[in-house]
């Protein structure tokens, strides 16, 4: 899986391959969100050539399908997917690649289940499109897992009883994570700040708080 | 009967100690029904119905069939055609994606009659109401319960309290909606569901698609939250087997944010008339109920009144009434939030007329002696005596004031089987057919094998969530750990009982020569001479030692008391309510795990808190559609409106294993609405106490 090809650009499967400089589609999963009124992503009409053709319309125009082949770097290996368009980075993780750690709650980026790190910082894997997120670094929770060891965040998670369910966890540990790499002492009043994006059902929160404070005695800082 | 060992020569239970699956789920490793992806799989998606009531006069499919992608399309999964609620499932597809299902949802065509509806309480109950069920009046027979004299009671009364009190409707909001992953293997089905009861699915899905239960198998390793909403079959698990069963693939539907939000259960809302009196000593001597709650299309939404207090003369009539939503279901402590907001709410306004303290006058109306003890605990240790005398006290724009309430909780634990492997090689196996919602049941499993064997936790293998293993009850009604934890004692005592026969035969010795400790066999004050847990289990030869157990008296008992107290601060210019602190008290008898019970109690006041400040599901009166199916607009409580919470485990060993799941959430919506009252001298009579029904109330 490592070391296939090292470009840092979606692979399509036609010929009309943008050039590789090309960072990224004009069209966005809130864009997306909005053509469709807010539910689910409106009808497609089947086109070839995908990526040109967003490239070339104006950010208005209606929506494009199509199988887009590409490369995505999840923990550190190149993983190859074939995605529509508007599949997003979680559809893309969890349906194509079985990285499940960032989970699927409301799909509309209003719980933060599904938080992964991106070029290190927090992203909605449900808010960003998959062949937005091409060349980019992605880590997911099973990413922190250093040869079978725990992140310390993961470990004070856990020590703390910082989880019941369990849905919510990986939200919430990415979220911490990513936090501790940018403040590694953090208040609790920046812990509960990470965090207001991510909703816990079961109630934990309390406990979270309490596992972000001593993995930040811990170990701020990864490895 | 059978005994626990006495506290102080336990190794993990009282104790707190890290749940055994935490390094599963802090780290992803976990599969959860919806994480699932089997070889060959296809994804599920149903298409809802946009109207609250209506026919489905036809529905054309051909266009969702040709889409590439799409493998099966079923138009006939509602069993009678006839809607009653925007949100009830019309058709459903099989496809190669999620998105591709999406797709094909919206390209079946349906032809509908539509019918008139009523979504909302006080409508529904007009006789000239749209009927939800045609040949039934939407308002039931109410149900009637009465004890002494409350006529005379009310005639000896020196104070009466009389009002409306409201509460809303509150939906389960579990993190992983409601859904299966259906695989046939012949004429047998294999379900992974998310579900709080394997063996309730089982049987739910065998009787819908009339088969037999052994032909069904439910799996269930890890789900996402439930709160008394998965304790069933659902229609969604049986469509999924259907979809498998036309595409010859396996199906996973989970259902959408919106559809788990309308048609996956709620705790029903309520209006409640109460008139209720006391003696002029400060007595409670009678309280009356007229209450009407809807559960939608469904039945059962009376609260739980009188609650907590000994009131000798008491009449309730409650009326269901139908609307055209998705019906209730068990909701952590069912009847019980709504119940404690008016109680509780009652009680301070009945001392307050006798110029009494709200807690002497608890403790005068309180037959419960734990939790007479654990009133005067918590008074103390949250400083109950600083509150100010009057409502209304504080000067200035915010203004801080405390409230109290009881919980209360009744079931105990009931039939559940296991079975022990021990292995040749040392390994231990424990088999039960319960589940863990998020409390913590694999590793109560564990811990009291653990316990009972004289082993480290961490040398069980722990194995539920499966209708493979022995039988155990629904997780509901906090009956999960009194229920598993007296199966699991019993199963390792006959283990320990063989084990101690074959160390016996080994040494020569009599039976009861022999003990086992610490993991090791040794005759009676010959420790030196020890057999290893891996010798003795080498013994066996090649055959494991198998045993079954099973629930048995002793081990568990029923019944709860707790109190909470709230301190909240309002903010009379914007009608914020900010909780600032709140100190949970709980008892429920030998703490399996102190760790993760004090994680319920504290989750449980959170829900509350949830419940008193944010959560209202709202239907749209003029097209009868949910308005906030998603968590952008249904609020659940955030990080940032936590305030410090205390949980504090009262204990009571000697009682044996008591549920916790349920009581820590009754009682927090109503100290928080008493600590309102108490801040502005404003008594609020409905839930959710949002900022505008605070500013109304103030400028009242």
């Known amino acids: ?223 | 009967m059978a005994k626990w060992k006495p506290l102080d020569q336990m190794t993990y239970l009282g104790k707190g100690y890290a749940r055994l699956d935490g390094p599963g789920k802090a780290s992803g490793a976990v599969k959860y029904t919806y994480d699932l992806k089997l070889p060959g799989m296809l994804y599920g998606a149903l298409l809802s119905s946009p109207h609250p009531a209506a026919t489905i006069k036809r529905i054309d499919a051909s266009a969702a069939l040709a889409l590439p992608g799409v493998k099966a399309v079923l138009t006939d999964v509602h069993p009678t055609g006839t809607l009653r609620y925007a949100g009830e499932e019309v058709a459903a597809v099989a496809a190669t994606s999620p998105e591709i299902a999406a797709d094909a949802l919206e390209r079946i065509k349906v032809e509908y009659d539509v019918l008139p509806f009523v979504v909302d309480l006080e409508t529904a109950m007009k006789p000239e109401a749209p009927r939800v069920y045609a040949e039934q009046s939407n308002v039931r027979e109410p149900r009637v319960e009465s004890e002494g004299d409350l006529a005379a009671a009310f005639a000896q009364a020196a104070v009466i309290v009389e009002g409306t009190y409201r509460t809303q409707v509150q939906v389960h909001a579990c993190l992983e909606v409601h859904g299966s992953v259906a695989k046939w293997e012949g004429d047998e089905l294999i379900v992974w569901d998310s579900t709080q009861g394997v063996y309730a699915s089982r049987d739910g899905i065998a009787k819908f698609l009339n088969i037999e239960q052994s032909k069904v198998r439910v799996i269930c390793d890890y789900m996402g939250g439930g709160f008394g909403s998965k304790l069933q079959a659902g229609r969604y698990s049986v469509i999924a087997a259907r979809l498998a069963k036309a595409t010859g693939a396996p199906v996973k539907l989970m259902l959408s944010r919106p559809q788990d939000s309308i048609s996956a259960g709620n705790r029903p809302n309520l209006i409640a008339e109460i008139k209720a009196g006391a003696t002029r000593a400060g007595k409670l001597i009678a309280f009356s109920a007229k209450t009407y709650g809807t559960a939608g299309i469904g039945n059962n939404a009376r609260p739980a009144l009188p609650l907590a207090y000994d009131v000798p003369n008491s009449r309730t009539e409650h009326y269901d009434v139908y609307t055209n939503a998705g019906a209730a279901r068990a909701f952590r402590a069912p009847g019980c939030p709504q119940a404690s907001f008016v109680m509780e709410q009652v009680m301070d306004e009945l001392a307050e007329k006798l110029n009494l303290d709200p807690l002497d006058f608890r403790l005068q109306n309180d037959s419960n002696e734990t939790r007479q003890q654990q009133w005067k605990m918590a008074a103390a240790r949250f400083g109950w005596s600083k509150r100010a005398p009057r409502p209304n006290a504080s000067r200035g724009v915010i203004k801080r004031g405390m409230g109290l309430g009881a919980a209360v909780w009744w079931p105990g634990g009931r039939g559940t089987q296991a079975q022990m492997t021990i292995l040749p090689d040392g390994g231990i196996e424990v088999r039960c057919g319960t589940q863990d919602i998020g409390t913590g049941t694999r590793t109560l499993v564990a811990a009291v094998a653990a316990e009972e064997l004289g082993v480290p936790i961490a040398s069980i293998k722990a194995m539920i969530g499966d209708t493979e293993y022995p039988y155990s009850g629904a997780s509901g009604g906090s009956t999960t750990a009194p229920s598993v934890a007296p199966a699991i004692k019993n199963v390792a005592e006959k283990a320990k009982d063989k084990l101690t026969e074959v160390a016996a035969q080994h040494f020569g010795a009599a039976r009861t020569e022999v003990q086992l400790a610490d993991g090791r066999a040794f005759v009676k004050g010959n420790a030196k001479n020890a057999l290893s847990w891996k010798q003795l289990c080498a013994l066996f030869g090649t055959m494991p030692l198998v045993v079954h157990g099973e629930w048995v008296e002793g081990l568990s008992s029923a019944g709860v008391a707790g109190c909470q107290f709230a301190e909240v601060e309002v903010d009379t210019e914007t009608g914020v309510v900010t909780v600032l602190r709140m100190l949970a008290v709980q008892d429920c008898g030998l703490v399996l795990n102190r760790l993760t019970a004090e994680s319920q109690v504290i989750g449980g006041v959170i829900q509350g808190i949830s419940y008193a400040l944010y959560e209202d599901r709202l239907m749209d009166p003029l097209t009868g559609v949910l308005i906030n199916p998603t968590f952008e607009n249904y609020k659940i409580v955030g990080a940032l409106e936590m305030p410090k919470i205390e949980a504090i485990i009262y204990d009571q060993p000697e009682r044996g294993v008591i549920g916790i799941g349920e009581p820590p959430t009754i009682p927090t919506a109503a100290a928080i609405a008493n600590a309102v009252y108490h801040a502005t001298g404003k008594r609020m009579r409905a839930l959710p106490m949002t900022p505008d029904r605070v500013l109304a109330a103030l400028h009242s």
Not at chain 1, 153 to 173: E, N, Y
Request: hydrophobic share 40%; proline share 6%; with cysteine.
């Open chain 1, 1 to 223: 899986m490592q070391d296939q090809n090292e470009s840092p650009v979606p692979i399509h499967d036609t010929a009309e391959s943008p050039p590789a400089e090309e960072p990224s589609s004009k069209i966005s999963r809130r864009h997306f969100l909005k053509l469709s009124g807010g539910g689910a992503v409106g009808t497609v009409i089947l086109t070839a050539g995908v990526h040109a053709k967003a490239a070339a319309l104006p950010p208005d125009a209606e929506v494009f399908s199509g199988s887009v082949s590409l490369q995505l770097k999840v923990n550190g290996q190149r993983r190859s997917v074939t995605v529509e368009p508007r599949t997003t980075l979680l559809s893309a993780l969890r349906n194509q690649l079985e990285v499940t750690g960032c989970k699927e709650v409301c799909n509309r980026g209003e719980c933060g289940a599904c938080t992964v790190l991106v070029n290190g910082k927090p992203v909605l894997a449900c808010m960003m499109l998959a062949l937005d997120a091409a060349g980019q670094e992605i880590v997911t929770v099973e990413g922190l897992v250093q040869n079978g060891k725990l992140d310390p965040v993961q470990q004070a998670f856990v020590d703390h009883d910082a989880l019941m369910c369990g849905f919510c966890t990986p939200g919430f540990v990415m979220s911490v994570r990513a936090l501790l790499d940018r403040n590694p002492n953090p208040t609790e009043a920046e812990v509960r700040q990470a965090v207001a994006g991510n909703l816990c059902r079961c109630g934990t929160y309390p406990r979270v708080f309490e596992a972000a404070l001593a993995a930040a005695q811990t170990a701020g800082k990864r490895g």
